[in-house]
């Protein structure tokens, strides 16, 4: 295991060069969006479970754009690897369609239809009110990231990831602030609370748009420029790279689209259980701070979907891409075991004596945001492997089906229906019920296994001549 860490230097200052920008992007957003929740919290607990059933829908939304920026990355990061940058133009042209045309409908339907759609999430009357008010402001602002993480996620197929840093730097700190003046009533400005945090959050949006828009026009004459924009490309993309986006792309979107549904549906059975009231607002606080732990995990695998994508790209040998993600792999295990290591030695001796008081949850709160943390800890080692498997290795291979078979049968055919039939059938405390569910990732660690070690996975979806 440990031999295929021995890599030349040249290796780890590519992976490095990758894996830190987005590891600081995950970081910085994970922990200014802890202060975000904190400050939703003051305002009470149907205020903070509220936001966690609001932004619900949302993170379906944004994960199936995730899945359009994951399939376009995976002709891009190997249309890289051939430095064909026109190509690149029409998968990015492609992208930006389908991303802004489906954020904006799922916008507006949740903007005119708010009770219904957040109504499937919770029965719990109090928080739900709270839910309506905060994504009726806040929909929009999905359109104008749905531009702006395009964009963002191009740029890092092309081995250039730092203006997604500084991005998400703008970006969430003018969140914070615009939060902090909107919430609780700054400049003058009358405290709106929940309203005022969906308030900031489109302002900050608003505000990474401007950023990425003005580096777009200041970059693009630049003759070093890694990715200058074609519009003729974008804008006629082409039948051919369509046919090919659709075939690579659809199973990616699907994935994203069913495994954020299928993650969603943990919040509908924890909004269902009789201890909801508790449930809901630990869970949105333990998500919080499980994604500040878990962003050297996200890091490798982003990293790894690039470079496993450039090498088959550049038409290096199956056993030379085969080698390469194998000490991928590697690092991802052993970054997941260190990060579930230092979340549960965190939690135990900052997160339970300090964290919790200030956000004022109620004694049953506490108790299941520390089960829900303790599981996260346990098995974040094999997250890391599926995650870099399916995200990096897979996709960046040209794999697109394979991942889709490993991360929706585990969760649509068992972790969801376990969840449901302990939580609402058997009325099973939280513990009981996060653990089954959190039990798929020895499922996915197998049939990945599985996977990998075939090598049938290793695809080269590029063509020579696009037209």
Known sequence: MFKSLRKPREFY?????????VMLQNLIGSSL????????????????G??????????????????????????????????????????????????VGAS????????????????????????????????????????????????????????????????VIIGMGSNVVFNYIFIFGKLGFAPMGVEGAALGTLMARVVELIVVVA????????????????????????????????RYASPVMLNETLWGLGFSMYTVIFGHMATSGDVVPAYAVARNIEQIATVAMMAVANATAVLVGKA?????????????????????MLSGLASGLILLIVLFTILRPFVYPAFDLTEGAQRACTIILTLQGIFCLFRSFSSTLVVGVLRGGGDVTFGLVIDISAMWFYAIPAGAIAGLVFGLDILWVYMLIM??????????????????????????IVA
């Not at 059933?53 to 690897?81: C, D, E, K, R």
């Open 215 to 246: 580096y777009m026009a200041a970059t693009q004459r630049k003759p070093n420029q890694v990715l200058r924009l074609m519009p003729s490309r974008i804008f006629r993309p082409g039948v051919t790279i369509m046919k090919d986006f659709l």
């Open 33 to 48: 969006g802890l202060v975000d929740t904190f400050m939703v919290g003051t305002l009470g607990q149907n205020e903070l």
């Open 439 to 464: 039990s798929e990732e020895l499922i996915k660690f197998i049939l990945g296994m599985i996977r990998f070690r075939s090598g049938k996975w290793i695809k080269n979806v590029t063509r020579d």
């Open 13 to 21: 200052k590519s992976f490095f060069a990758m894996a830190v920008p």
């Open 312 to 332: 088959v790209g550049a038409g290096e040998s199956k056993e030379e891409v085969f080698s390469l993600s194998r000490t991928f792999i590697t690092i991802a």
């Open 50 to 99: 509220g936001l966690s059933i609001a932004n619900t829908p949302f993170f379906v939304a944004m994960l199936f754009v995730f899945g359009l920026q994951s399939g376009g990355a995976v002709l891009m990061s190997q249309y890289w690897g051939k430095r064909d940058i026109p190509t690149i133009n029409r998968v990015l042209g492609i992208t930006w369609m389908f991303a």
């Open 104 to 167: 904006f409908i799922f916008a507006t339907i949740v903007f005119l239809f708010p009770r219904a759609v957040m109504g499937l999430i919770t029965n719990n009357e109090a928080q739900l009110e709270v839910a309506v008010r905060y994504g009726r402001i806040v929909a929009y602002s999905y359109v104008l990231n749905s531009f702006t993480s395009i964009y963002i996620g191009a740029r890092r197929s092309c081995e250039s990831p730092q203006l997604g840093t500084a991005v």
